[in-house]
């Protein structure tokens, strides 16, 4: 399920107008936020790479992409800011920018929540087998114990 988060996440930002590279050249530390969007379509071209490969990311390296991608929109977002009038960004660039990166949290809370459950699930596995199996019982159950025994006598 999360690969396709990845998948529509990554086709949703692939369009977005930040990808795509503004350019804010009106005064030399104006361009200082390409450098962000640079990074960012680089991440972004990295989840696109996952969704469209046959080796699918597992949800500790989608988690951790996502994070990425969040703490750089996040810096985006805080050179937006102080940066929008100075720069001229037009508002539906800083807004759209906002919104990708509202939504590049919720992802990635979904996904860190289901590597969260992936690791919990694997250490659980790891402290069954090491307790001697712990099943093998037909629906994981402790199994049957005791003894059998064979029938004596003319078979």
Known sequence: MSFKIIAAVA?????SPFVAGAAFAQAPECGA???TLQARKDLVAKANAASNS?????????????????????E????ITA?????????????GF???HIKVGGIRTKICGIAAQAAKM???ARAQAQNGGGGGGLLG?????????MPQGAL
């Open 141 to 149: 159950g402790p199994g049957l114990t005791g003894a059998m025994r």
């Open 33 to 35: 936020i390409q450098k």
């Open 11 to 15: 086709v949703a930002l692939a369009g």
């Open 83 to 95: 940066n929008k009038e100075w720069c001229s960004i037009p508002d539906s660039f800083a807004e």
């Open 122 to 124: 694997e250490a659980q």
């Open 76 to 79: 985006g977002l805080k050179w």
């Open 98 to 100: 906002k919104a990708d």
């Open 54 to 74: 046959k080796k699918k990311m597992t949800p500790q390296e989608a988690c951790a992409l996502f994070g990425k991608l969040q703490s750089n929109g996040a």
